[in-house]
């Protein structure tokens, strides 16, 4: 049944890259192969690159060739990237690596149609320019949104461009021919740190502001693997790829960072990191007592990690901060303190979550399958300690 399955959709991914062929390239002058040869990528490079977002997406190795011809006919799928309120992190995350990645070069040479940090154009030409590539390419073009949106009375406050025009209105222009459209990072796909109380320019998500299907890519900012393999998947399938309640992509969001961590046996073992600095930290701990929040956090940073495969936050030495999560801003805050201890300390007392694992042992914390269960958990073994007493 499995192969029946993987064969179908295999089928189904060479005949939808049939059709991408067929469509014309956005450059003539040069393609997505050539510019990997004169950036000195070797093709088998590439090939690992492909091995690896195919593995990143979930799907089987016989589909590392079409992986690697859907990023070499990227260049049929226009892309819009508006900027909302945001600190442009998202763009950056994919942009800044210290030589080009394959998936910066396919990304800055489709995403040329619009896009507000890399197009030369500025003023009247960039409105223009915004105006002719979603009637070019009606219908045709992703549309990608970075940022969360102003909304209200406050809409006002985020004016784009010499038409003033909002950028709700933008959003709303730019959605309505759109082939798909992904929110590009928490504020876009959550609201991110603009709709932080006090949310003074009552910035909502991309969702609430336009009618049509959103698929959110969050994280403040996201990987550049979470972002190209989502154009990626639809290029391969011409689909829009299965997501969670939050309409996170499955392949990328659907497992905590605590089950992917390093330090996960850390955990277990019931070894913690108690300051910043100590000896526990120089051992590379666990970093759940100094604020981590990877139990509560959907993302798959430690495989594909950033800055082309470097690091990321726990390997760098300090917390998950829960920034792929809804209002992560509002709700995993202090972020160097166990959330735990806040629903805890009012509950009981003052004693945190960490003073009950110290005295029951972290390996029942893990038992109970940390999270969401925790608190319903823990608050069973308090009233259980309580009752003895
Ligand atoms: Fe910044 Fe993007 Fe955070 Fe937001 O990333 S990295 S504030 S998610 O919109 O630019
Ligand atoms: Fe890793 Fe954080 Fe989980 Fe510890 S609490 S294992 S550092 S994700
Ligand atoms: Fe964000 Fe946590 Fe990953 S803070 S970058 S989801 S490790």
């Known amino acids: 049944m499995f192969v029946d399955k993987e064969k179908s959709l295999l089928q189904k991914a060479q005949a939808r890259l049939k059709e991408l062929e067929k469509l014309n390239p956005l450059h003539e002058q040069t393609n997505i192969p050539q510019l990997l040869e004169d950036t000195g990528i070797s093709r088998r490079d590439f090939m690992k690159w492909a091995t ?9 190795a016989s589909f590392i060739p079409l992986t690697a011809k859907a990023a070499e006919l990227a260049d049929r799928l226009p892309i819009v990237w508006l900027h909302m309120a945001e600190c442009t992190g998202c763009s950056e995350s994919l942009l ?11 990304f800055d040479y489709i995403s040329l149609e619009y896009h507000e940090t890399l197009m030369g154009a500025s003023g009247w030409q960039a409105e223009q ?20 949106i102003p909304s209200g009375d406050t809409e006002h406050c985020l004016t784009i461009g010499p038409l003033g025009h909002s950028g709700a209105e933008n959003c709303k222009k730019a959605a309505q021919n759109a082939k798909a459209i992904f929110a590009i990072g928490s504020c876009s796909s959550f609201g991110g740190i603009q709709a932080a109380a006090p949310n003074p ?35 391969l399938l011409g689909t829009l790829p299965p997501t969670d309640a939050f309409k996170r992509p499955l392949w990328a969001y659907g497992h905590r960072i605590h089950d992917l961590c390093e330090r ?7 070894e913690f990191v108690q300051n910043f600095g100590d000896e526990g930290a120089e051992k590379g701990y666990c970093l759940y007592k100094v604020g981590c929040k990877g139990p509560y956090t959907f993302n798959n940073c430690s495989k594909l990690r950033f800055n082309s495969h470097t690091s990321w936050p726990i ?28 629903l805890f300390k009012t509950t009981f007392g003052g004693v945190g979550a960490d003073a009950i694992s110290d005295k029951i042992g972290i390996t029942v914390l893990s038992a109970v399958a940390i999270g969401i269960a925790a608190h319903a958990a823990l608050s069973t073994i308090f009233k259980d300690k309580e009752n003895k007493h």
């Open 52 to 60: 690896a977002m195919t593995t990143a997406l979930a799907l089987p």
């Open 96 to 106: 800044r690596s210290d030589g080009p990645s394959v998936d910066s070069l396919i």
């Open 129 to 148: 320019n915004f105006e002719t590539a979603i009637e070019k390419h009606k219908g045709n073009y992703i549309l990608m949104v970075e940022g969360g």
């Open 201 to 235: 320019t009552a910035a909502k998500p991309l969702y609430q502001i336009i009618t049509q299907p959103v698929i959110n890519v969050p994280g403040c900012p996201p990987s550049e693997k979470n972002i190209v393999g989502n154009v990626l998947h639809y290029l």
């Open 264 to 270: 996960r046996g850390r955990f277990d073992a019931g």
């Open 315 to 342: 390997q760098a030495g300090h917390g998950c901060i829960g920034c792929s999560e809804p209002n992560f801003w509002d709700s995993m805050g202090p972020f160097e303190e166990p959330v735990s201890n806040h």
